[in-house]
């Protein structure tokens, strides 16, 4: 079973608009992350935010964590036709060995 | 760009064949990890190693066995390939702060 879920599965915008996407998770954490895949390669880490962190920024990215609803939000602001691609949302449930559990990702659609 | 290497890239096999998979790694991280990608269930963990000789199951690992001999190699097996077993595999490593970094897939095809 998938620890995180993203909503929505999928989003479709114009370049220069703000893309959320959201998830939750459901048990506790030590960390959450954010990773990129375009079409055909691997994934690729974007951003990390630790369980008592509430919110985390790089470049035109931010990130907000909520573990009372365990739920995290990626924002994208200003996107271009380079972001599209699948995001996942990514949970270490801290039960040691760092496994890292995914979500089944959103997939954002950016118009030029 | 981390350096994992995937081999091979793109397979196709028969049924009852065994397949093996190897990411091999020169970051000298500790953590390796094989997850398998369909669509409509994202990433599903299915192996990783801690270090060497050391491995454990992760939440799909019926049918897939792993090997870590160097802390470089990590080899994922399936003794006898099923249907349900295409798909396409990732190899990650990460060091203590979780941050995974992913090779480029390998695309299994079972007939």
């Known amino acids: 079973s998938q620890q995180g879920e993203e909503d929505p599965q999928a989003l479709s915008i114009q370049e220069g608009e703000n893309a959320t996407m959201n998830c939750s998770y459901k048990?506790?954490?030590?960390?959450l992350q954010w990773y990129r895949q375009n079409s055909g390669r691997g994934l690729v880490h974007l951003i990390l935010?630790?369980?008592?962190?509430r919110e985390k920024h790089s470049g035109r990215l931010r990130v907000t964590l909520d573990t009372s609803k365990k739920s995290s939000s990626l924002l994208i602001t200003a996107s271009r036709a380079a972001d599209t691609a699948s995001y996942f949302c990514?949970?270490?449930?801290?039960?040691?060995?760092?496994?890292?559990?995914f979500g089944a990702g959103t997939r954002l659609f950016v118009k030029a | 760009d981390a350096g994992i290497t995937q081999s091979p890239r793109h397979k196709v096999t028969e049924t009852g064949t065994p397949v093996t998979l190897r990411c091999h790694q020169t970051?000298?991280?500790?953590?390796m990890y094989w997850y398998r990608q369909d669509p409509g269930h994202g990433l599903r963990l299915i192996h990783y190693?801690?270090?060497?000789?050391?491995?454990d199951k992760g939440e799909v690992s019926d049918g897939y066995s792993v090997s870590r001999s160097k802390t470089e190699d990590f080899l994922l097996t399936l003794e006898s390939a099923t249907s349900s077993q295409t798909s396409v595999y990732f190899c990650?490593?990460?060091?203590?702060?979780?941050?995974?970094?992913f090779g480029e897939g390998s695309r299994l095809t079972v007939l």
């Open positions: 990650a490593i990460s060091e203590s702060s979780g941050e995974l970094f």
């Open positions: 048990t506790s954490i030590n960390n």
């Open positions: 935010i630790r369980s008592n962190e």
């Open positions: 990514a949970t270490d449930p801290g039960t040691g060995g760092f496994k890292t559990i």
């Open positions: 970051e000298n991280h500790r953590y």
């Open positions: 190693s801690y270090g060497v000789k050391d491995t």
